[in-house]
């Protein structure tokens, strides 16, 4: 299954209801599009991890008909993983910003959404 392609959606920031409503309405939008694997990174700060169970298990709970992998790293890494990125070809990946995340500059491959007031 790993060897399969997966659509790639990272997030950093702070995990509230805007932002899981910004991510469901997301995996909803990919499910319309027919893709089916989804890879959802999550870049956590220290003490995020109580208030983030909950959000995900809103988050899948809503997408049962996809095959959705959950990865979680740390939030330090995220800008080492995106300097990794500019240096892989052809790796698409969608990056959602919620509150509190950093800027990051633009990347090749990298598609940023903010998380906006209307989520």
């Keep these: 299954m790993f060897s399969q392609r997966f659509l790639?959606?990272?997030?950093a920031g702070e995990l509230d209801e805007r932002a899981v409503e910004h991510l469901r309405r997301k995996?909803?939008?990919?499910?319309?599009?027919?893709?089916?694997?989804?890879l959802?990174?999550?870049?956590?700060?220290?003490?995020?991890?109580?208030s983030y169970y909950d959000a995900l298990r809103n988050i899948l709970l809503s997408n049962v008909s996809l095959s959705i992998v959950v990865e979680e790293r740390p939030a330090s890494e995220l800008e080492r993983d995106?300097?990794?990125?500019e240096k892989a070809s052809g790796e698409g990946i969608l990056l959602v910003l919620g509150r509190g995340a950093p800027k990051p500059s633009r990347s090749v491959g990298l598609?940023?959404?903010e998380v906006g007031e209307d989520a």
């Design 8 to 11: 790639r959606i990272w997030f």
């Design 40 to 50: 959802l990174r999550f870049y956590l700060d220290e003490g995020s991890h109580e």
């Design 27 to 38: 995996l909803a939008g990919v499910l319309a599009r027919r893709e089916r694997r989804i």
């Design 82 to 85: 995106l300097e990794n990125l």
């Design 111 to 113: 598609v940023v959404e």
